[in-house]
């Protein structure tokens, strides 16, 4: 019934910039707080960025200074503009949804992920 969709992954120079896009798209009635998630090989997934509704901002130690998460609620879409790349950074990078729905006040959601591959 609701599906999170992301783009703008790919393959970057340490140093360089990715500008991730994520927009949901179904039958919902609204969304509350938005998150990218990433997970590197051999490692758990962890929390990059979360944005709430009224767009206050959490972001992981790692990449504070470095990303910047935003959201256009009228496109229902979360954005994650990373800047000075690292090796390290380098990672499956999922987005994440609180969203209610018809049958559910609040469930969070995961898209598909997309690829961020930081090359030395």
């Known amino acids: 019934q609701v599906q999170l969709v992301e783009s703008g992954g790919g393959l970057v120079q340490a140093g360089g910039s990715l500008r991730l896009s994520c927009a949901a798209s179904?039958?919902?009635?609204?969304?509350?707080?938005m998150g990218w998630y990433r997970q590197a090989p051999g490692k758990q997934r962890e929390l990059v960025a979360v944005i709430t509704r009224g767009s206050s901002t959490t972001y992981a130690d790692s990449v504070k200074g470095r990303f910047s998460i935003s959201r256009d609620n009228a496109k229902n879409t979360v954005y994650l503009q990373m800047n000075s790349l690292k090796p390290e950074d380098t990672a499956v990078y999922y987005c994440n949804a609180e969203i209610a729905t018809r049958d559910y006040y609040a469930l969070a959601y995961w898209g598909k992920g997309t690829l961020v591959t930081v090359s030395l």
């Open positions: 179904g039958r919902f009635f609204s969304i509350n707080d």
